[in-house]
């Protein structure tokens, strides 16, 4: 099928803690969507049956609870409905982006993925409702060619938005498409949770993700395309992201994934939206990886001593470290019950360090959430103190073989490239208790390779 994701450059309100009308709200989100029309159009041309939009790309961010208020439609919350905003316009008030949206599915023959802050009134008897008597929610919404409201899905994790509610339960929201069955959906911080993320990939079988994201690059490991394609890979699934395109506040990074294949956008230096489209093939059956084919046994031990090992700190986290030196080795480093072995080969010894990070422990900055990570990164400079340190540019090729007794199912491999491309390892799964990632020779410089496990049991 034909798939569309457009990142976007939200025209943001300059003073959003301020408190406007409805009419100059939906004027500025009015603004937004006058773009949407022209992309959705522009993807249709191109053939494209779905179009997914970013998080918070109408309506922007940072506002309070009570100054995003006339930014926020009242979208009904239920699975029975068969409401056709554009067609029915007068069923509720407050729908105006609705609408707009509905309509432009509609004239475009095309399904739409779009997200939008959403209002609910609630009852002064409900123990959960906040003392301004509504629920405000940041929602996804789901439209068909025809117009019709399919689904609607709230964000369950936010991410420091005080302007928004948790849902009292996590929504497993996916809606039924002719051209590739099902699509689940969630929203940006949610992708790092099991709720209700990998629940609803798990329970509906789901082989199709629509995901709006706004999302901060947070290099070496928490790169927007970095995470979007090892999530893809996986769970085995198509993925549809879309990210919101504000290279000063480090946001961008969209992409149409399969486990196989990555259409990227990352662009840290030039202004305006992008539309990305591209034909992919609909996952049916489950695809196992073949592990027999892992080369190699595993040693548990790396045959020569280890160079010594230090600790640095790599995205808010205590790493220990061991440098990778010199041609080719095997190295070996632990932390609480996680080994990481590396073994590798380098085709030409550049004047850069790299080295082999492990963290086993709760991640507490910006979230809370249980990691177990073994990494292999190029440091930021030759002092050690520089290792996980942002790094967009490398140069140095190697042949890698990395793998770590972890102790979760969930492993997310990472694979980064100079320049924040992309590339797919030779092989990758499990082998008796141990997860691998290998890759001979990636197509240019290696930034990070990693095999980033998370353990939500422990969150």
């Not at 369950?156 to 302007?163: K, R, S, T, V």
């Not at 290099?219 to 394609?229: D, M, R, T």
């Not at 400079?381 to 190697?398: H, K, M, N, P, R």
Request: charged share 15%; aromatic share 14%.
């Amino acid at each position: 099928y034909v798939a569309a994701v457009y990142e976007h450059e939200s025209i943001l309100s300059p003073t959003p803690a301020a408190l406007v009308e409805r009419r100059s709200a939906l004027e500025l989100m009015g603004r937004n969507l006058d773009i949407y029309e022209q992309q959705v159009q522009a993807a249709a041309r191109q053939g494209a049956q779905i179009i997914v939009f970013p998080e918070d790309g109408i309506h922007g961010f940072n506002f309070t609870r009570s100054s995003i208020y006339p930014y926020l439609d009242f979208v009904p919350h239920s699975h029975s409905g068969k409401w056709n905003p554009c067609r029915e316009p007068y069923l509720f008030n407050d729908t105006e982006v609705v609408q707009r949206l509905s309509c432009m599915a509609l004239k475009n023959k095309i399904f739409l993925v779009a997200n939008l802050g959403s209002k609910q009134p609630c009852e002064r008897s409900d123990p959960r409702c906040p003392s301004d008597g509504r629920y405000q929610f940041n929602t996804n919404v789901a439209f068909a060619a025809d117009g019709t409201l399919l689904a609607t899905y709230r964000k369950h994790n936010l991410y420091f938005e005080y302007a928004f509610d948790t849902p009292p339960e996590p929504d497993y929201a996916f809606f039924d498409t002719p051209f590739a069955g099902k699509f689940g959906m969630f929203t940006c911080f949610d992708i790092l949770f099991f709720e209700p993320a990998v629940n609803l990939i798990r329970q509906y079988n789901l082989k199709q993700i629509v995901y709006p994201t706004a999302w901060m690059n947070q290099l070496p490991l928490l790169s927007a395309v970095e995470f979007q394609q090892a999530f893809a890979t996986a769970f085995n699934v198509n993925m549809l992201a879309a990210n919101i395109h504000h290279p000063t506040l480090g946001m961008t990074g969209s992409g149409i994934y399969t486990p196989v294949k990555s259409f990227i956008y990352h662009n840290m230096e030039s202004y305006g939206g992008k539309l990305i489209v591209a034909e992919i093939p609909v996952i049916t059956a489950d695809y196992k990886t073949n592990l027999e084919k892992i080369p190699g046994g595993i040693s548990e031990k790396g045959k020569e001593q280890s160079p010594p090992s230090f600790y640095a700190e790599m995205m808010y986290d205590n790493f220990t470290f061991v440098p990778v030196w010199g041609e080719k080795g095997e190295l070996q480093v632990c932390a609480n019950t996680l080994c990481c072995y590396l073994n590798y080969r380098r085709a030409v010894l550049t004047d850069e360090l790299y080295a082999l990070g492990v963290f086993d422990g709760l991640h507490t900055v910006h979230g809370t959430y249980y990691v177990q990570a073994c990494a292999l990164v190029k440091c930021g400079g030759l002092s050690f103190s520089t290792c996980g340190q942002e790094v967009t540019d490398a140069t140095a090729l190697i042949d890698f073989q990395i793998w770590g007794n972890m102790s979760t199912p969930y492993i997310f491999p990472l694979l980064l490239t100079s320049g924040i491309t992309l590339d797919f390892a030779d092989h990758m799964g499990w082998k008796n208790n141990y997860y691998f990632l290998s890759k001979n020779r990636t197509s240019s410089g290696l930034l990070t390779a990693a095999v980033y496990g998370r353990w939500y049991e422990k969150d």
